[in-house]
């Protein structure tokens, strides 16, 4: 299944189908992209193992993790 996520000012909409033109395109399953949207799964470890593939603009790519801040312990 293909979603767009588009973030932008500080909202995010997610939308089914694919984008015309993304600037990054991610590949992964659901558990994977929920442990890296959680901080749980590092972006460099899941893409040098293949459990992530990235086409587009790699530098967002790399800045998307930063983007959502992971879960609070306390």
Same mark, same amino acid.
């Given at each position: 299944?293909?979603?767009q996520v ?10 089914e189908?694919? $984008?015309?033109? *993304?600037?990054v395109t991610l590949g $992964?399953?659901?558990?994977?992209? $929920?442990?890296?949207?959680a901080g749980?799964l ?5 893409? $040098?193992?293949g459990r992530l ?5 790699l530098?967002v790519a790399?800045?998307m ?5 992971? *879960?609070?312990?306390?």
């Amino acid at each position: 299944q293909i979603w767009q996520v588009t973030v932008s000012e500080g909202a995010v909409s997610v939308a089914e189908g694919p $984008l015309d033109t *993304p600037r990054v395109t991610l590949g $992964l399953d659901l558990v994977d992209l $929920l442990g890296f949207l959680a901080g749980r799964l590092d972006g460099m470890e899941a893409f $040098l193992s293949g459990r992530l593939r990235v086409s587009g603009d790699l530098m967002v790519a790399q800045a998307m993790q930063d983007w959502f801040a992971p *879960p609070s312990d306390a």
